[in-house]
């Protein structure tokens, strides 16, 4: 318990609370010693005069007893130290003698501040658990490309005679995804990519550009040596005629491009490529798994304006102590496309099911199954309440300050109040940024989006609601930034046991550790998840335990 502090002004405090103890127990032992006392004292002559006055005169002995106890105040009063409430231990005090004391305003605040700092660092040392870091088992980042390939960059970087051009389409995230297979499969042509054309995305109006999200310049430093990359086409391919791709199939490998498009790009000299989206195949050569690293690891860092207000963010987050990032795909959006309904009431699941009716052609695969069957399939994103009971069943405290990342949830703060009543340390970027911070971001959703990876990538705990590609994306990066804490909701186990209302409580706790034992961000080895891609798991082919094994 903490201290009040010794204010210039204690003395004057203290003898609020005095008075009526000390008058009380002085008033009564006077009176009791002078009512068992006359017979006594009146057998002594010096008491003479004491004793016939007072058999005479009732006031004498009033004026006595008065002037008695007011003594025996006064000598109390002298010996004050002793009886002062505040104690040296002021933690042994009731809470009544405690608040019957003027304390100011300022100590009653800081009391109340340290009880819930206590409070906070107890569940701290109970759910200690739950910032625990998974082993890495020695896997660190490793890039050590073949001599075949080191050769074969002289000739691929002084090419001056083909060209890539690509259009990519979605949100940040998912550009980014197709910007790291542009550079791939420039590679496997040998052409000079010049800087991908970032389509206006038709959902959020964002028309930021390449060099507004990323860094051009280290961008182009860290490929030097792999591909070529210039900002525009050269004067001598500006009346080219392109070859134009809208649409590459589903996992082609490097033979197929190359026998698709080598022979006509070294005719026409350009190359444009849209729709890229999980185009390449994700099993690929190893050096080129290991561009893939390369580029989204390293050559893709965030714009200077970007990189310097998310590490702000980040780092007030972190002033505070260790956080976990919530990534929740709440948005009406997701809902729909999904198909799934938010569980907030009838009339929001109306709203959902009735746009998804006037835009069929949202919804995304696998529309014969009902909601229920996509619920329990794992197919819909946790909501509030669900992403509320997961991290309390995996130890999360009440005092875990939480940062969450995703756009405006369908049904805005209601939507929230699982969570929000639960965990009150909770924020997102409005709530950090100082005023002024985020207008250089307005409207620009796929700037605002890499604020949300930065400050999601640095947390100590990582768990989205939904997959998606931001969601894999920081799954990879913290597996290669040394395999930190990320959560991987096991939704087709869990759910059920969510339904459920007769388990209790320690059960259902025990029951969902369990099934998140292995999915805490542990190493996973790519080669036992065959079509998945290497920038989402990493190990083997992109980190290794062998300290021989060059980097880049």
């Given at each position: ?119 906070d660092e107890e569940d701290d040392v109970v759910d200690e658990n739950f910032w625990e870091q998974p082993d890495g088992l020695g896997y660190r980042p490793c890039l050590g490309f073949t001599p075949e390939y080191k050769s074969s960059s002289i000739e691929v970087v002084k090419d001056r005679t083909k060209y890539l051009l690509v259009v990519v389409s979605g949100g940040m995230n998912q550009q980014r995804n197709q910007i790291v297979d542009a550079v791939v499969i420039a590679r496997i042509l040998g052409a000079a990519l010049v800087v991908p054309i ?355």
């Amino acid at each position: 318990m903490a201290r009040p502090k010794n204010h210039s002004n204690n003395t004057k405090l203290a003898y609020i609370s005095v008075p009526s103890q000390i008058i009380s127990s002085a008033s009564s032992n006077s009176l009791q010693s002078l009512l068992l006392s006359p017979k006594k004292s009146s057998k002594h002559s010096s008491n003479r005069l004491f004793s016939s006055t007072g058999r005479t005169n009732p006031r004498f002995w009033f004026f006595l007893l008065f002037f008695l106890s007011f003594f025996g105040m006064l000598m109390m009063w002298l010996n004050l130290d002793v009886l002062v409430p505040f104690s040296p231990n002021p933690c042994a005090q009731s809470q009544s003698q405690f608040t019957s004391s003027k304390i100011s305003v300022t100590d009653q605040n800081s009391y109340l501040v340290s009880s819930i700092d206590r409070i906070d660092e107890e569940d701290d040392v109970v759910d200690e658990n739950f910032w625990e870091q998974p082993d890495g088992l020695g896997y660190r980042p490793c890039l050590g490309f073949t001599p075949e390939y080191k050769s074969s960059s002289i000739e691929v970087v002084k090419d001056r005679t083909k060209y890539l051009l690509v259009v990519v389409s979605g949100g940040m995230n998912q550009q980014r995804n197709q910007i790291v297979d542009a550079v791939v499969i420039a590679r496997i042509l040998g052409a000079a990519l010049v800087v991908p054309i970032l389509q206006v995305n038709v959902i959020w109006g964002d028309e930021s550009e390449f060099s507004d999200i990323f860094d051009l310049e280290h961008f182009k430093k860290v490929l030097a040596d792999d591909v070529r990359i210039v900002s525009s086409l050269p004067s001598t391919h500006m009346m080219s005629r392109p070859v134009e791709e809208k649409r590459t199939p589903l996992h082609v490998s490097p033979q197929w491009i190359r026998a698709r498009y080598l022979k006509r790009l070294h005719r026409e000299g350009v190359l444009l490529l849209r729709g890229l989206d999980s185009r390449l195949s994700k099993d690929l050569p190893s050096d080129l798994q290991k561009l893939r690293c390369k580029v989204a690891f390293h050559a893709l860092r965030f714009s200077p304006p970007v990189l310097e207000l998310g590490n702000k963010l980040a780092e007030r987050m972190r002033s505070k102590g260790p956080y976990v990032a919530l990534h929740l795909r709440m948005e009406k959006d997701v809902w729909v496309r999904t198909g799934c309904l938010p569980g907030l009431s009838h009339e929001y699941d109306e709203i959902v099911h009735n746009e998804r009716k006037l835009r069929p052609e949202l919804l995304t695969a696998r529309s014969n199954m009902t909601y229920h069957d996509r619920k329990l399939a794992g197919l819909c994103p946790l909501n509030a309440l669900e992403v509320t009971r997961l991290l309390k069943a995996l130890g999360a405290p009440r005092s875990a300050r939480i940062y969450w990342a995703g756009g405006q949830p369908f049904g805005g703060k209601e939507a929230m109040l699982p969570l929000t009543n639960e965990f009150s340390h909770f924020y997102n970027k409005d709530d950090l940024a100082l005023p002024g911070e985020l207008e250089p971001f307005a409207n620009k959703a796929s700037l605002l989006a890499a604020l949300d990876y930065i400050v999601s990538e640095d947390s100590d705990v990582f768990m989205p609601s939904h997959g998606g590609n931001m969601g894999h994306a920081i799954q990879g990066h913290r597996a290669y930034a040394g395999h930190k804490k990320h959560i991987t909701p096991n939704k087709r186990q869990m759910l059920p046991y969510f339904l459920n209302s007769s388990l209790p409580e320690p059960e259902f706790k025990r029951i969902i550790r369990e099934l998140h034992r292995e999915s805490l961000g542990q190493p996973e080895l790519r080669t036992s998840k065959q079509g998945r891609d290497v920038t989402k798991y990493p190990v083997a082919e992109c980190m290794c335990t062998d300290s021989k094994t060059e980097s880049f």
